[in-house]
């Protein structure tokens, strides 16, 4: 069964960069999320989309915007990054909002700031 | 604020012992979900938890639900080397499905020694 991509898996930045994460979500599956897990910690949430609309905002710092697109992938976009950005970055989806759908997580990008 | 705790946090064990990892959580919930995260992977989903006293079984893992005490529990029996992983609960807020972002435990670290 198709899963959820991500691209690219890895990613090395010098501080003050940016950097561009995509996101593509399960076919049919129309709200993605973003995580943040940095090293030992758990994931945290930092933003989702449901129909191309934010539907919630966590964590997420100004320096940082996200959007879903008319094929409902998605991309995080990190601007003047940080060496404390350095973390893996999950995205996941799930079909709608209704109360009983699981989200499903793609493998992750692993992003290193310099 | 949603706080979701597990212990422990390090758990080494035998095979073919059995333990139990469990989850706290602060407020009102109705969904639960438990991951399994082996190192620098991504998050597999193993059960989600929709009700009170709700229980579910997968080979030698168990997971139960008590939203009156808000604990869940994961059941490790006759632990094998494969299970060796880090495994995370999380919890859903009851927005009444405006948001399904999930709040992650803190982890649990799990090493089976022969």
């Known amino acids: 069964a198709a899963g959820v991509i991500q691209s690219p898996r890895h990613l090395i930045k010098e501080k003050r960069e940016t950097a561009t994460l995509k996101c593509y979500p399960i076919?049919?599956?129309?709200?993605v999320y973003w995580y943040q897990q940095g090293p030992g910690q758990d994931p945290q949430f930092l933003i989702s989309f449901y129909e191309k609309m934010q539907s919630d905002k966590g964590s997420i710092p100004d320096r940082f915007s996200a959007q879903q697109f008319s094929d409902y992938h998605s991309e995080l976009n990190m601007s003047s990054l940080e060496l404390g950005d350095s973390a893996l970055y999950f995205c996941?989806?799930?079909?709608?909002?209704?109360?009983?759908?699981?989200?499903?997580f793609g493998p992750g990008t692993r992003l290193l700031v310099l | 604020e949603l706080k979701v705790e597990q212990n422990p946090l390090f758990l080494s064990m035998q095979e073919g012992k059995n333990y139990t990892i469990y989850c706290n959580y602060s407020t009102t919930s109705d969904r639960l979900y438990w991951y399994r995260q082996d190192p620098g992977k991504s998050l597999e989903s193993l059960f989600v938890?929709?009700?009170?006293?709700a229980v579910k079984q997968e080979g030698r893992l168990m997971a139960s639900l008590d939203t009156k005490a808000r604990l869940s529990t994961l059941h490790i029996t006759a632990a094998v080397h494969d299970l060796s992983a880090t495994y995370f609960c999380a919890v859903v807020l009851n927005y009444g499905g405006a948001t399904n972002k999930l709040i992650f435990g803190t982890g649990t670290l799990l090493a089976v020694q022969p």
């Open positions: 938890l929709l009700s009170n006293g």
């Open positions: 996941a989806s799930s079909l709608g909002l209704r109360q009983q759908e699981t989200q499903y």
């Open positions: 076919p049919r599956h129309d709200t």
